[in-house]
């Protein structure tokens, strides 16, 4: 039996541009955090990665072979402005450059204007926690929307603030590498900030286009239904899901999450009057990222701090995930993906949705030129089905961009995990396409599984 997707279901793959790109000193491009983040804490690096500043035409290619009509990807901010206020022609030229060769090869450009790399010059003026970025970042916003958008209609501001923000200065696993919730929490609202004004920006400028936001969700499951336990799942989904959603939809944040987080004492004092307004521009669509969902338990003493990102979400402990799971110790659970649209959709009172990124990485080998990912078909065919059982039951689900096109630098895991349709080898800069690239081709071209 065929499940189809509906008409005019937008199938893509999605890739970010410190993850691939390389040449991070090329056409006057300044340092970003994860270029000294990572070489401060002797990590691999984001280069050379996939080459694809300089491969883009081969990679562009493999799409239009694979036949997979959209691509989001992401401009790297130090490119345009390698010190995050001076605009370099040169960074400029090369997202010029990958429009036009893809809409050659007949490849919708979906564009993500903040993918984590922020100029390192604006981390020295302190990084998200500093206010003044919401503003810079408008700027470079309008900045890329005046050169791309003749070509480009679907514009996304900032990828998965949660991690920028909780993850990058909380538990300090991603660059900047701070440690500091209270700081955290700033960097969060000041994210949220910099989407709203950017989003104002790019409407300004005119034209016919579509502004999203990506958000991370984590379904929370726990082992036992009982009051304690719904408590501890409650907290971790307010600050995983809805810290970012609820501002963005014009709620403000959720007051039982202030409360959860008023003892750290800096996330109210950083609203300044107006901000909520700014953050609730309307959107057009949502972008959704997937991959597994998180499971939850609580801790004896109320007062303990969590092991979450953000320490300070006290009384609960985020559990190690079980079954199945993928190369990074994710777990495999398809049927919290349907539950996720399901609830995002009366969430969100019907707003659109594109899943941003889905996909999973596995220990891929080439063998005799070949790559049988059988675990990562199953993966994305699982993950489909459930995509799909959601737009059965009512989900208005515009499209899915398969994350991702190639493998690539895994942030903080270097080159450890591969998450590609397209196998690379870091080395030679091979590129195989592998049994999932096939398969998911011929999903695309029968816009069904
Ligand atoms: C994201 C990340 C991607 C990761 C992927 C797998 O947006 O979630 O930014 O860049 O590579 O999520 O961890």
Not at 87 to 107: M, Q, S
Not at 165 to 178: R, S, T, V
Not at 230 to 248: I, S, V, Y
């Given at each position: 039996m065929t499940l189809g997707f509906p008409d005019g279901f937008r199938w893509g793959t999605a890739t970010a541009a410190y993850q691939i790109e390389g040449s991070t000193t090329a056409d006057g491009r300044g340092p970003s955090i994860w270029d000294t983040f990572t070489a401060r804490s002797g990590l691999a690096t984001g280069d050379p990665a996939c080459d694809h500043y300089r491969r883009y035409r081969e990679d562009i290619g493999l799409l239009s072979e694979l036949g997979i009509p959209y691509y989001r990807f992401s401009v790297a901010w130090s490119r345009i402005m390698p010190d995050g206020r001076t605009v370099e022609p040169r960074g400029l030229a090369f997202y010029d450059r990958l429009v036009d060769a893809l809409l050659e090869n007949g490849v919708t450009p979906m564009v993500t204007l903040y993918h984590w790399d922020l100029p390192e010059a604006l981390q020295a003026e302190g990084g998200w926690p500093n206010r003044e970025l919401a503003d810079l970042f408008a700027d470079y916003a309008l900045t890329v929307h005046k050169v791309l958008s003749d070509r480009v209609q679907q514009w996304t501001t900032i990828n998965e603030p949660f991690c920028a923000a909780f993850i990058g200065y909380g538990n300090?696993?991603?660059?900047?590498?701070?440690?500091?919730e209270g700081a955290a929490l700033v960097a969060g609202h000041n994210l949220l900030l910099a989407h709203g004004k950017a989003a104002q920006a790019l409407r300004s400028d005119g034209g016919e286009q579509e502004v999203s936001i990506v958000l991370n969700f984590a379904p929370v499951l726990t082992d036992v239904d009982d009051a304690a336990h719904r408590e501890a799942a409650r907290k971790f989904d307010f600050l995983h899901n809805r810290f970012f959603l609820d501002p963005l939809l014009g709620?403000?944040?959720p007051p039982e999450l202030l409360a959860d987080l008023a003892h750290l004492g800096t996330l109210e004092p950083a609203i300044a009057d107006g901000d909520l307004e700014i953050i609730a521009q309307p959107l057009d669509v949502l972008g959704v990222n997937y991959y597994a969902p998180a499971r939850a338990m609580p801790l004896e003493d109320p007062e303990a701090d969590s092991n979450c990102p953000l320490p300070g979400l006290r009384g609960m402990d985020v559990q190690p995930p079980r079954g199945e799971l993928t190369s990074l110790g994710w777990e495999q659970r398809p049927e919290c993906f349907t539950e996720l649209l399901l609830w995002l959709q009366e969430h969100c009172d019907g707003l659109p949705l594109v899943i941003a990124e889905n996909g999973a990485a596995f220990e891929d080998e080439v063998v005799e030129g070949r790559v049988h990912d059988e675990k990562r078909v199953r993966y994305f065919a699982d993950h489909l089905a459930a995509v799909h059982a959601a737009i059965e039951r009512g989900a208005d689900v515009r499209g899915y961009m398969a994350w991702s096109l190639l493998d690539n630098f895994e942030w903080a895991m270097g080159y450890t995990q591969r998450f590609g349709l397209v196998h690379v080898d870091f080395e030679t800069q091979e590129r195989v396409l592998k049994d999932s690239a096939l398969f998911y081709a011929d999903v695309v071209a029968r816009n069904g599984l």
């Amino acid at each position: 039996m065929t499940l189809g997707f509906p008409d005019g279901f937008r199938w893509g793959t999605a890739t970010a541009a410190y993850q691939i790109e390389g040449s991070t000193t090329a056409d006057g491009r300044g340092p970003s955090i994860w270029d000294t983040f990572t070489a401060r804490s002797g990590l691999a690096t984001g280069d050379p990665a996939c080459d694809h500043y300089r491969r883009y035409r081969e990679d562009i290619g493999l799409l239009s072979e694979l036949g997979i009509p959209y691509y989001r990807f992401s401009v790297a901010w130090s490119r345009i402005m390698p010190d995050g206020r001076t605009v370099e022609p040169r960074g400029l030229a090369f997202y010029d450059r990958l429009v036009d060769a893809l809409l050659e090869n007949g490849v919708t450009p979906m564009v993500t204007l903040y993918h984590w790399d922020l100029p390192e010059a604006l981390q020295a003026e302190g990084g998200w926690p500093n206010r003044e970025l919401a503003d810079l970042f408008a700027d470079y916003a309008l900045t890329v929307h005046k050169v791309l958008s003749d070509r480009v209609q679907q514009w996304t501001t900032i990828n998965e603030p949660f991690c920028a923000a909780f993850i990058g200065y909380g538990n300090g696993d991603h660059a900047p590498g701070i440690q500091d919730e209270g700081a955290a929490l700033v960097a969060g609202h000041n994210l949220l900030l910099a989407h709203g004004k950017a989003a104002q920006a790019l409407r300004s400028d005119g034209g016919e286009q579509e502004v999203s936001i990506v958000l991370n969700f984590a379904p929370v499951l726990t082992d036992v239904d009982d009051a304690a336990h719904r408590e501890a799942a409650r907290k971790f989904d307010f600050l995983h899901n809805r810290f970012f959603l609820d501002p963005l939809l014009g709620r403000g944040y959720p007051p039982e999450l202030l409360a959860d987080l008023a003892h750290l004492g800096t996330l109210e004092p950083a609203i300044a009057d107006g901000d909520l307004e700014i953050i609730a521009q309307p959107l057009d669509v949502l972008g959704v990222n997937y991959y597994a969902p998180a499971r939850a338990m609580p801790l004896e003493d109320p007062e303990a701090d969590s092991n979450c990102p953000l320490p300070g979400l006290r009384g609960m402990d985020v559990q190690p995930p079980r079954g199945e799971l993928t190369s990074l110790g994710w777990e495999q659970r398809p049927e919290c993906f349907t539950e996720l649209l399901l609830w995002l959709q009366e969430h969100c009172d019907g707003l659109p949705l594109v899943i941003a990124e889905n996909g999973a990485a596995f220990e891929d080998e080439v063998v005799e030129g070949r790559v049988h990912d059988e675990k990562r078909v199953r993966y994305f065919a699982d993950h489909l089905a459930a995509v799909h059982a959601a737009i059965e039951r009512g989900a208005d689900v515009r499209g899915y961009m398969a994350w991702s096109l190639l493998d690539n630098f895994e942030w903080a895991m270097g080159y450890t995990q591969r998450f590609g349709l397209v196998h690379v080898d870091f080395e030679t800069q091979e590129r195989v396409l592998k049994d999932s690239a096939l398969f998911y081709a011929d999903v695309v071209a029968r816009n069904g599984l």
